[in-house]
């Protein structure tokens, strides 16, 4: 029977090259949400309540806002309030509806070599640099970049100007920064969501979390038809707006890796 | 004097720095068995080559030239034929697409050239898979086939054994009596004294000597031809 | 390292008995993108090929030389340069195919079509070095010559398509940015072990890695044991 289903699969699949036709919005996200598993979570409930499927094609923020400007999505769905203004300002958006927040923890080797350890973000990164310890940066124009530069910036330190020593960017995503760390004990910065289902942690553990500055707020936004006329609209705002309604909200708060939750909804 | 069916007045042919036939001047009339020879590089090929009309040349070629300004028909065989991964009738309906002859008519020409030559039992063989005779023999029925008025031929039996080279010079006998007109390159002076009616001597790209068969091989030559001849017929034809 | 790799074997051969149907969808999506790929590359890029064999005409060294370059195009510049096409504000946005398998099947032709025009075009063109003449001879012109020439070497062109299958379904570039990697539509073999590995989870990257290398592996067997059969053929025949 696993036989039928594998070769049924299979030819599916071909037959999928051809392009069913089915209700469809594109989402441009990032790739930490998808990777925290959110998505897998959240929108079948959205697909049985609609009946609207939702293609998510997962980038850095910055990415996923540009592939928005360019008319390539119908709905981007980020982690990075100053830019989601930017861009409703410049007229792809009408308005940014925020949806819900997760939090960065700050990561590390588990003995804490630097000793940062805590519940302040600025200081735990004031005393990494003055310290010279290792930090890797994703350094690739993502919310998570965003907020990593915010935070050096409480610490009153100009990173793109002067790097401290051991700081090291490697333009890529949560996931190949957190394996950069792991294998040569270095810090990093990383939402809680992807670290829960980070496999490869070898030393690294939690070192700074709580501090109310890390928390991360999500907003969703529908590409406005206005300046990209083919944007399925309808069906973008549809998702926008079960995703702020108190059906959306539950299936955020219900999302739980190992029992804890990672989002909290946070819709007006 | 019959008209010429190709003829050639001051062909040179070059390949970038090497003169390979230099002011060459030959006619072939039909019902002519030509035999050219000479030592390897003495520009044989070359002259084949131009008379059929493949080469780059300075000079004259002509042709007879029927009512819609078509040559005669020839063909051509080497030393080696290049047969296609066919089989046998495959290749030989090739030859005839590419000589355009009529659909209707292709596949009783070719039933007629295989049968011709001998080969009606090999018909659905791998060509490749045939003998160096054989091989030869389907040469020559997929020249036979497109009908040509003038036949080439380039040391045709030179990677035979005995008995094969006997069956081709057989069927290049039959053809030239059926009305083919036949120049045929060869190193072997045998082959041309019991095939040709005239024989051509080359040496370094020009023609040396140019007489009927008898007296090409009674007279007395000039030195260079005539130690090529005693060279030549020093082995057994 | 030894331990993740023994946990990746383990995972590899649990997710081909197993016969997951997620992997089924993604090996059937790979499969399908690059075969529909190189038929398409295979029609164009043999008529290319050959027609580039038999011909002569000023710049045609050029030309080759360009063909060759274009064998190791990097895949994610072809990806780059689809998606400026493709994108809705570029322009064939109108076609609406980005992060759509179509367009994979796009930017992978455009990826394969110089590997199979280059080699069809040396293979032609050394088979037509030795034989032109007597193709020519027989009242061969230009198209008769390559489409003879491609139907005489046809075992060899048969590796030729495996050798551009091969290239297709192991790269990741082209496919990763036209396509989105979206679960479900457009995530094939290899966008598959990318995200895997950039989630950390490396001995399911590895075990995906080892049945793309399998499949790989595969269609090389098939190569050889056609090239065996050629040999084989050519030695009974004396060649």
């Known amino acids: 029977m696993k036989r039928r289903i594998w070769i049924a699969g299979v030819l599916l699949a071909w037959a999928g090259v051809t392009l069913a036709q089915e209700r469809f919005i594109v989402m441009a996200s990032t790739t930490s949400t998808e990777q925290s598993g959110l998505f897998a979570h959240l929108l079948p409930a959205f697909k049985a309540a609609s009946g609207i499927d939702v293609r998510v094609v997962a980038l850095g923020t ?13 709905v981007v769905f980020v982690h ?4 989601e203004e930017k861009f409703v300002a410049e007229g792809f958006a009408t308005k940014r509806l925020p949806v819900m927040y997760n939090d960065f923890v700050l990561v590390g080797p588990r003995a804490d070599p630097a000793g940062v350890k805590g519940n302040d973000i600025a200081a735990a990164l004031a005393k990494l640099a003055g310290q010279g310890a290792p930090f890797i940066s994703r350094g690739d124009k993502s919310g998570t970049h965003a907020a990593e530069l915010r935070f050096w910036k409480m610490a009153n330190l100009d990173v793109a100007a002067s790097p401290p020593k051991g700081y090291q960017a490697c333009g890529c995503g949560m996931g190949p920064a957190l394996n950069i760390a792991a294998s040569t004990n270095a810090y990093a910065l990383t939402d809680r969501g992807t670290w829960l289902n980070f496999r490869n942690r070898a030393d690294l553990a939690i070192i700074v979390q709580g501090d109310s500055r890390l928390f991360n707020p999500y907003g969703v936004m529908v590409v406005n038809p206005a300046r990209h006329p083919h944007v399925k609209a309808a069906l973008a705002q549809a998702f926008a707006d079960w995703v702020v309604s108190s059906a959306g909200q539950a299936s955020i708060a219900a999302y739980k890796i190992g029992g804890e939750p990672v989002f909290f909804p946070s819709a007006n | 004097m019959s ?13 970038g720095a090497l003169t390979a036939l230099a002011d060459v001047n030959f006619a072939l009339r039909a019902g002519e068995r030509v035999a050219l ?10 002259l084949l080559r131009l008379l059929h009309g493949q080469l780059a040349h300075e000079g004259e070629r002509r042709a007879l030239v029927d009512a819609q300004g078509r040559e005669p028909a020839q063909a051509m065989v080497f030393q080696r034929p290049f047969l296609l991964r066919l089989s046998v009738w495959h290749n030989l309906m090739v030859a005839l697409w590419l000589a355009r002859v009529p659909r209707a008519q292709r596949a009783a020409q070719a039933e007629l050239a295989l049968r011709r030559v001998g080969l009606a039992d090999q018909r659905d063989r791998p060509a490749r898979v045939l003998s160096g005779g054989q091989q030869q023999r389907l040469a020559l029925a997929r020249a036979w086939a497109v009908r040509p008025r003038v036949l080439f031929l380039d040391e045709p039996t030179a990677s035979l054994d005995p008995g094969a080279k006997r069956e081709v010079e057989q069927l290049i006998a039959e053809f030239a009596q059926e009305g ?3 120049v045929m390159s060869t190193h072997n002076l045998g082959q041309a004294k019991r095939l040709a009616t005239r024989v051509v ?20 030559l000039p030195d260079a031809a005539a130690a090529f001849v005693k060279g030549e017929l020093g082995w057994p034809a | 390292m030894g331990g993740g790799f023994a946990d990746s074997l383990r995972t590899a051969w649990a997710l081909v008995t197993g016969f997951d149907a997620r992997l089924a969808e993604i090996v059937g999506l790979s499969l399908g993108v690059s075969g529909t790929a190189c038929a398409l590359a295979a029609g164009f890029g043999m008529a290319a090929g050959a027609w580039l064999a038999v011909v002569r005409f000023p710049g045609h060294r050029a030309i080759v ?9 990097p895949s994610v510049v072809v990806g780059l340069v689809v998606y400026l096409l493709l994108s809705r504000s570029g322009p064939l946005g109108a076609w609406g195919i980005l992060f759509t398998p179509r367009a994979m099947v796009v930017a992978q032709t455009i990826l394969v079509l110089p590997v199979v025009a280059a080699l069809t075009r040396q293979l032609i063109a050394d088979a037509w070095r030795g034989n032109g003449e007597q193709l020519r001879s027989m009242g061969a012109g230009t198209a008769a010559s390559a489409g003879l020439l491609l139907l005489h070497e046809r075992l060899a062109l048969v590796t030729v398509l495996l050798t551009a299958f091969g290239r297709a379904i192991s790269e990741v570039g082209a496919v990763m940015i036209v396509g989105g990697n979206i679960e479900g539509v457009t995530r094939v073999m290899t966008t598959a072990i990318a995200l895997e590995t950039s989630k950390g989870d490396l001995p399911l990257a590895l075990g995906l890695g080892i049945v793309l290398l399998g499949l790989v592996g595969a269609i090389n067997g098939a190569i050889a044991l056609v090239q065996r059969r050629q040999g084989a053929h050519a030695q009974a025949v004396g060649k």
């Open chain 1, 62 to 74: 910055g990415q996923a806002l540009d592939a928005a400007r360019r008319g390539d999505a119908d």
């Open chain 1, 80 to 83: 990075d309030t100053v830019a």
């Open chain 2, 3 to 15: 008209a010429a069916l190709i003829e050639v007045k001051t062909g040179t042919v070059r390949f």
């Open chain 2, 37 to 46: 020879v000479g030592a390897n590089g003495s520009g044989k090929t070359t």
């Open chain 2, 180 to 182: 083919m007109a036949v």
């Open chain 2, 201 to 220: 001597y080359l040496e370094g790209g020009r023609v040396i000597v140019d007489l009927p068969t008898a007296d090409f091989f009674n007279q007395s």
């Open chain 3, 65 to 73: 030389a360009a063909l060759n370059t274009l064998l190791a195009l």
